[in-house]
């Protein structure tokens, strides 16, 4: 075979291997919008959007979907709180205090927290940290937001502390300097200079971590319960929005039934979501590169 | 010293000293503001400064001037212990400020660097308003009660870094908005704006057009009056018109240290005179 046929077909492969991941994506959104326009001749989008009772699997089916976001979002916010601070620190620590040597051993540690199987963490939230919680708070039940989110906090605090590390390297020396020659601590150098400086890397590595809440799915499937409810009560049990497609996915749901496409609307509006927050992060650091180009 | 190696000086540079626009005759013998003796700089196991001795006086302009490498501004930075932020480097010898020596553990560093101010070779302002630039060493260092102390001294160190009419009607806007020329004379303000001592200046016009760097330097004929200059330079015509005293360094050593003057028209050592005269480095 000469070279240049050779050539021609490893293009061709590798031209074909690229489309492929790119058609699967394709397919994916394709299916997520059929699904959701047959739901949604069904059930109003109004009355999905705004309903405050989700029962599509009673006898007495509702398709108010705010239920779900509810829960999505107060496991969510109970992630940020734990993993937005601590993941913030820990960064300006690394990126400000840490000896290199230190930070070269830290950095791929956490990195590889990150890379735990999300079930484990599940598990852990379901049998460690909800009974550990049950003696601090007795009135907790065994399914609960606040346990998940923790984990979820805990699990995605290196996400945030890699991502905004990186930012804060990307800072220029220059800058550093400057302020320590006014005078400056390491701390308000940190804190005044450097963390400004970096403000967009961060923020994109919070939307990143808030879109990474979101989606995230076997801790609160397994330790958050199976109960729809609007509240912003983190003691009792709720379902999220992932937790409810693994509900019906792992079900006898028929196919092509209103509950069956029940899933596909729930899944779409989480696309939508986690999509948006991931396009506002790829742009705010885009916006960075270019400060500091 | 030997006279009778030493060749003659080219004109271009031998008339540059007398140059200088209506200047009151330096005092040489201002009394001593910094006193370095014995002074040796580790970078991990390699010596960047060997030995270092210099008295630098007050109120006058100090160049220092050398090939890249040569370890200048290396000697700059231990002054306001910049390098103690890179890690793994080591000092030898004594530094006195006033003297007091600013090695000694009690030394507090961050006062330190509030007497011995910086500008740096590329000019750094923080992504912040231009006002907010000038007010940040104010801040930190809790050196303004009031708002209207703080707007005082924002502008009087603008006025003195001669941008004040440029950018008295835009504080607002950020500082990264401005000219080259213009991000260096805020980077000097900003400096000024805590009153140091010294003003030490790393080639603060070394990437800056020709006009930006007249303005540069006619800011340091300013400034001399009010602050202690050390100044790093690779350019010699700049050395030059600016300094007072110029010290001379090659490989980590102080080769010679005198009279600006003197250094560009009859330098003792030979090596001296093969760099200002562009025969070596």
């Known amino acids: ?293 | 010293m030997n006279v009778e190696r030493r060749r003659p000086v080219p004109a271009s540079l031998a008339g540059v000293t007398t140059s200088r626009r209506g200047q009151s005759p330096a005092a040489f013998d201002a009394p001593v503001k910094v006193a370095v003796d014995g002074l040796n700089f580790y970078y991990g196991t390699k010596r960047a400064l060997d030995g270092i001795s210099i008295q630098i006086r007050s109120n006058l302009v100090t160049a220092l001037i050398g090939p890249s490498g040569c370890g200048k501004s290396t000697f700059l930075r231990t002054l306001n212990r910049m390098n103690d932020i890179i890690p793994d480097t080591r000092v030898e010898g004594t530094v006195l400020i006033d003297d007091q020596s600013i090695y000694e553990s009690r030394v507090d560093v961050v006062q330190l660097r509030r007497r011995v101010g910086m500008v740096f070779q590329k000019s750094n302002p923080f992504p912040k308003s231009i006002f907010e630039n000038v007010a940040y060493g104010l801040r930190i260092n809790g050196l303004v009660k009031t708002r209207a102390e703080l707007e005082g001294r924002v502008e009087e160190s603008l006025q003195q870094a001669a941008i004040w009419e440029e950018v008295k009607d835009r504080l607002q806007e950020s500082a990264l908005a401005l000219s080259g020329g213009q991000q260096q004379r805020l980077c000097i303000a900003r400096a000024l704006a805590i009153r140091p001592e010294i003003l030490l200046m790393d080639e603060p016009a070394s990437a800056l057009d020709p006009i930006a760097t007249q303005r540069i330097e006619e800011l340091i004929y300013e400034l001399k009056k009010k602050y202690t200059i050390v100044i790093v330079t690779h350019n010699m015509q700049q050395a030059a018109r600016v300094s007072d005293q110029t010290a001379f360094f090659w490989l980590g050593r102080l080769v010679e240290f005198d009279r600006t003057d003197k250094i560009f028209t009859a330098p003792a050592e030979k090596l001296t005179e093969d760099y200002v005269t562009g025969r070596c480095g």
């Open chain 1, 1 to 293: 075979m000469s070279t240049r046929t050779l050539e021609w077909i490893v293009e061709r492969v590798l031209l074909l291997c690229a489309l492929l991941s790119v058609l699967t994506t394709a397919g994916i959104i394709g299916v997520l919008a059929v699904e959701t326009f047959a739901f949604l001749r069904v059930v109003p989008v109004l009355d999905f959007l705004t309903g405050t009772e989700w029962t599509p699997l009673f006898s007495s089916q509702k398709f108010g979907v705010l239920p779900l976001i509810a829960g999505t979002m107060l496991v969510s916010a109970i992630a940020m709180v734990v993993a937005l601070p601590m993941g913030l620190l820990s960064a300006v620590y690394l990126s400000e205090y840490a000896p290199n040597n230190l930070r070269r051993v830290v950095k791929p540690i956490l990195e590889i927290l990150a890379g735990v199987p999300t079930v484990v963490y599940g598990y852990f939230a379901l049998t460690f940290v909800t009974p550990m919680l049950q003696q601090v708070f007795p009135t907790l039940s065994g399914f609960n937001a606040l346990s998940p989110g923790l984990v979820m906090g805990l699990m995605i605090m290196p996400l945030v502390s890699s991502l905004s590390e990186d930012a804060m390297q990307a800072v220029p020396r220059g800058l550093r300097e400057g302020s320590y020659a006014l005078g400056a601590t390491r701390m308000q150098t940190a804190l005044k200079v450097v963390v400004p400086a970096a403000f967009s890397g961060i923020t994109a590595a919070f939307i990143l971590a808030v879109s990474r809440a979101i989606g995230e799915t076997m801790i609160v499937a397994i330790a958050a319960g199976q109960q729809p409810r609007l509240t912003g009560n983190p003691f009792v049990p709720i379902e999220t929005m992932t937790a409810y497609i693994v509900q019906v996915s792992l079900g006898d749901t028929p196919q092509g039934t209103i509950e069956y496409r029940t899933i596909f609307a729930v899944g779409m509006l989480l696309f939508v979501m986690t999509f948006g927050l991931n396009l506002i992060s790829t742009w705010l650091r885009e916006r960075f590169r270019e400060e500091y180009a």
